[in-house]
């Protein structure tokens, strides 16, 4: 964890002008599926192909790369499913998170991806709501650096909000234009759902707790910024 001695407030990118967003339709319902499905189809299929190899006696050469594929892709599986957990909020029992244990489930997922997390948030308890915006921008700032780079992600929390930024810095740093959409509340329009829905979801969820959502794009440069009651 990188120093605990509580950061600057985060600046506040610019704020979107978001109209409110229905996410209790059955047609979101299936977006998030979908999206969740594309994340935990690629680990469980690895995991398949590993069994296959050690299954067939022609392979038994390749015993070791197949316990390897099915270690790392079951890790994989795991990291996967327990930040989704928090992030799309099925650990519904919590109320509040320590910022040490998100920390444990955002560098699950950045353990593999390309960019590298710089946890800058100091020890600190969590309401739900921010909690689940800090893990999705989390996800959305590793997303925004597909030839890698490094995110910081910065808390502040004070008596009546908590601040949140993630600065994404790295060759080619960018948000698909279906992620801006859905961080506007915008329906989508063409691209890929899986991006769009949870944008969207992330906006929604800001709103819904009283808060706002900006981002701010510059040159391999994207700093996403939110702010929820504490």
Request: hydrophobic content about 50%.
């Amino acid at each position: 964890m990188t120093d605990a001695a509580a950061p600057a407030a985060p600046a506040e990118a610019p704020e979107l002008n978001v109209p409110k967003l229905d996410i209790g339709g059955p047609d979101f319902a299936a977006l998030v599926a979908a999206r969740l499905c594309h994340d935990f189809i690629s680990p469980a299929s690895a995991i398949v192909s590993g069994l296959d190899l050690l299954e067939d006696p022609s392979a038994q050469d390749m015993r070791e790369d197949a316990m390897s594929l099915i270690s790392s892709s079951a890790r994989k599986l795991a990291d996967l499913l327990q930040f989704t957990r928090v992030a799309f909020g099925a650990s519904a029992s919590a109320e509040n998170f320590d910022s040490r244990e998100l920390e444990k489930l955002a560098q699950g997922v950045f353990a593999h991806v390309r960019p590298t997390l710089d946890w800058a948030i100091p020890p600190s308890i969590m309401n739900k709501a921010s909690a689940r915006a800090i893990l999705n921008i989390a996800q959305i700032a590793a997303a925004a650096l597909p030839a890698g780079g490094k995110a910081t992600l910065r808390a502040v929390v004070t008596e009546d909000r908590v601040a949140i930024t993630a600065d994404a810095s790295g060759p080619r740093a960018r948000l698909r234009p279906e992620i801006l959409s859905g961080l506007k509340g915008e329906p989508l329009a063409e691209g890929l759902g899986g991006p769009w829905v949870q944008a969207a979801y992330l906006s929604a969820l800001v709103r819904a707790a009283g808060g706002q959502i900006g981002v701010e794009l510059g040159e391999d440069q994207v700093t996403l910024a939110a702010w929820v009651p504490a």
